[in-house]
């Protein structure tokens, strides 16, 4: 993805106060490794349950106010990220409240989604298996989760921003 500044990062939350705003910590963006990145995603230190996502919708940079429900799942079953599809151990998979944008967010209404706890899609989706023969390249498989994940961000998004 195309970097983020901490100005963009700023302005680009549609579903919170601005007080909550400026009380957003920001990950180190020096250390972030842009190109393999479809969306930034990190957890708030100060207040665990809380978590953001921003990426690029076009040339407009778009990020949402995540909140973490408290409840876990059933401890050795197996869950799914719903935004990059990786099977995980359920404790590593945490379901995510997003008030919508505007009036309706005001109005406590939300958008659901399971995702990966850490809000790392985009570093699960690059652990592939070494290159075997028969199998496709490590780098398309790569591409190809990255394009799936890209394509629901992009749509969970868009389902935040809806007016209802
Ligand atoms: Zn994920």
């Known amino acids: 993805m195309k970097p983020l500044s901490e100005t963009e990062i700023r302005s680009s939350i549609v579903n919170a106060t601005h007080g909550e705003i ?7 963006l020096h250390e972030v490794l842009w190109e393999e990145r479809e969306y930034l995603g990190w957890r708030d230190h100060r207040a665990p ?9 076009q040339d407009q ?5 995540l909140r973490a429900s408290g409840a876990s799942m059933r401890p050795g ?24 944008a505007g009036q309706a967010g005001r109005d406590g209404n939300t958008v659901g989604m399971y995702i990966c706890a ?13 290159k075997l023969p028969m199998q496709p390249d490590p780098s398309e498989i790569v591409a190809r989760r990255a394009e799936g994940l890209l394509n629901r961000v992009q749509s969970f998004t868009a389902d935040v921003m809806k007016t209802v």
Do not use: N
């Open 22 to 28: 400026e009380r957003m910590p920001l990950p180190g």
């Open 61 to 65: 940079p778009v990020g949402v106010v």
């Open 49 to 57: 349950l809380r978590g953001y996502l921003v990426h690029w919708v």
């Open 77 to 100: 079953i197996s869950a799914m990220c719903s935004l990059c599809h990786t099977p995980q151990p359920s404790d590593q998979v945490a379901l995510f409240v997003a008030a919508r």
């Open 118 to 130: 850490d809000l790392a899609c985009s570093l699960i989706i690059r652990i592939v298996p070494p």
